[in-house]
């Protein structure tokens, strides 16, 4: 199922999930607006009913762009069981799985309004307050567990969206039981005590520490494989192996060898995921291990040390250092 490393998934996958929240903030105001639109009689019926179905259809469209591209990504490779079921993913079980919940809480919702005609108004009425559980598991999941979450822009947007849901839900609750000032500084702290709290958590204890990308300086665990081919005169010795650090990264190295004269060789290191690429040769072979020299597409260089200890017939373990 994990069928590309290319960053354009990636972006795809990060891009449709912003894009959903955004679309379902929206849907979830047009919702309590719907509510109250007998306070706001000036408002055209297909500003609220037709623009709020429409909206849900879109952010259905968005959430499934968003799983079936992080499903076909092999960087953080989640499987369908993953993907499904709550707390099966091993990358940051808590708020993968509200994700999960959300997408699935908002599928419920969305059969609901297929079989609207079926259903007694007042059940449906009470189904769609899930809208809000919805969207508080979407913030959640989103500061929690996406990678952009303490950028100053995406931090804008969760905490503009949080303002402006909470803001709004304390005038629906408010604006028949109290004085028209009570309502507006109550709408006020609530928005800001929102806003805060999401800045607070996002630059806090929720702030994502990236991993490299394309580092020209590294060091990790490094688990592979040796293979040799061997012909009338000359044989050919290759190794292929992961590098599983906070920089991931594949390498292999091959050495054309003769009797006592090692004749050509080649070396090669791709980062993951950018799949940048550092091409070169390797310059001095141990028992154990190579040191070799790459460059990249921009130019730089790269200088690489590996070593290893046979752990079965022809894999190994060990560690690799690269610097500039």
């Avoid at 803001?167 to 609750?173: D, E, I, K, P, Q």
């Avoid at 109290?178 to 709290?197: D, H, K």
């Avoid at 690489?304 to 022809?314: E, H, I, P, T």
Wanted: hydrophobic fraction near 50%; aromatic fraction near 10%.
């Amino acid at each position: 199922m994990h069928l590309t490393t290319s960053p354009v998934d990636w972006y795809a996958a990060r891009a449709a999930g912003v894009a959903a929240y955004l679309l379902l903030t929206i849907v979830v105001c047009l919702g309590m607006t719907m509510a109250g639109r007998k306070q706001l009689r000036r408002w055209p019926r297909f500003a609220l009913e037709d623009v709020h179905r429409f909206g849900g259809l879109l952010v259905g469209s968005f959430v499934a762009i968003h799983v079936f591209a992080i499903a076909i990504d092999a960087y953080l490779p989640f499987s369908l069981r993953a993907l499904a079921i709550p707390f099966v993913a091993s990358y940051r079980p808590l708020f993968t799985a509200l994700g999960i919940v959300a997408a699935e809480l908002l599928l419920a919702l969305a059969i609901t309004n297929r079989y609207r005609d079926r259903l007694s108004h007042a059940f449906w009425r009470r189904a769609h307050y899930l809208n809000l559980a919805v969207w508080s598991a979407a913030t959640i999941h989103g500061l929690g567990s996406g990678t952009d979450r303490s950028t100053s822009w995406l931090l804008a947007i969760f905490a503009g969206s949080s303002a402006l849901v909470l803001g709004l839900g304390a005038w629906r609750a408010l604006h028949r039981r109290a004085a028209p000032a009570r309502v507006g500084l109550a709408t006020a702290a609530l928005a800001a005590v929102g806003a805060v709290v999401i800045v607070a958590a996002g630059s806090g204890p929720l702030r994502f520490s990236p991993r490299p990308w394309n580092s020209t300086a590294f060091a990790a665990p490094l688990a592979g494989r040796v293979s040799r081919d061997d012909g009338v005169s000359r044989a050919l010795v290759s190794a292929t192996a992961t590098a599983r650090g906070r920089q991931r990264a594949l390498i292999r190295a091959d050495l054309l060898i003769e009797p006592n004269r090692l004749e050509a060789t080649s070396f090669q290191l791709e980062y993951l995921p950018s799949g940048q690429v550092c091409k070169g040769r390797v310059v001095r072979v141990r028992s154990y291990g190579f040191d070799a020299q790459c460059s990249a597409v921009d130019g730089t260089r790269r200088f690489v040390s590996a070593n290893w200890q046979l752990v079965g017939g022809d894999t190994f373990q060990g560690r690799i250092v690269v610097h500039a």
